[in-house]
């Protein structure tokens, strides 16, 4: 049995059924500040990840910490984990190690990120509304675990769990993607702009979900 094999068959054991849908022009509404809800999705990467591309769009009025996207092994719960500890500023974790990167504050603004690290440099980028910030050096050389379990809107403290409900994410989400390399400058912007995209590992256009407690589709009614 291959690692693809074995890594679905530990994502369908918390998770049941998936779901898939396209999204284009819908969110994730978290509706409650602190909550326990989430969503589980599914990608289809090879494993381990030398590279790695996140990309999503949220929208909130939250000055507490919040996790956006977790990706937890049983052998390292912050994986890869992009988490708002404040207005301005974001943090990115490979490896259970992070960066911290200031970004102008942007109240009642939907605000896309995007976060791309490579093991060979340890170069992560991370771009905020179409812009990119001054990289930074990050866990050079690591390899970034099999057998993963992702989760939207918390932080995980175990493999699939351990979450803190004062971390949570209240808002709407939306445009969330991953690829397994890095993305060209002129590709970032396409994914702020909503243009096409190169094929990815986890697309909002036919995103593989489940909904965890309260949360629930809807269209998206501004920019």
Known sequence: MGKLQLWFLVIAGISGALAQEDLYRKVFVFRNDPNEAYVVVKPEPEWPLQNFTVCLRSYTDLTRPYGLFSYATKAQYSEILLLKPKPGEYRLYVGGAYVTFRVPENRMEWEHVCAS????????????????????????????????????GQEQDSFGGG?????????????????????????????????????????????????????????????
């Open 117 to 152: 690290w490579e093991s060979a440099t340890g170069i992560v980028e991370f771009w905020v509304n179409g812009k990119p910030l001054p990289r930074k050096g990050l866990q050079k050389g690591y390899s970034i675990g099999a057998e993963a379990v992702i989760i939207l």
């Open 163 to 223: 979450f803190d409900f004062y971390n949570s994410f209240m808002g709407e989400m939306a445009d969330v993607y991953m690829w397994e390399h890095g993305l060209s400058p002129g590709k970032m912007r396409a994914a702020y702009q909503s243009l096409t995209l190169p094929p990815c590992a986890l697309g909002w256009r036919n995103l593989r979900y489940e909904i965890k407690g309260d949360v629930v589709v809807k269209p998206r009614l501004r920019d």
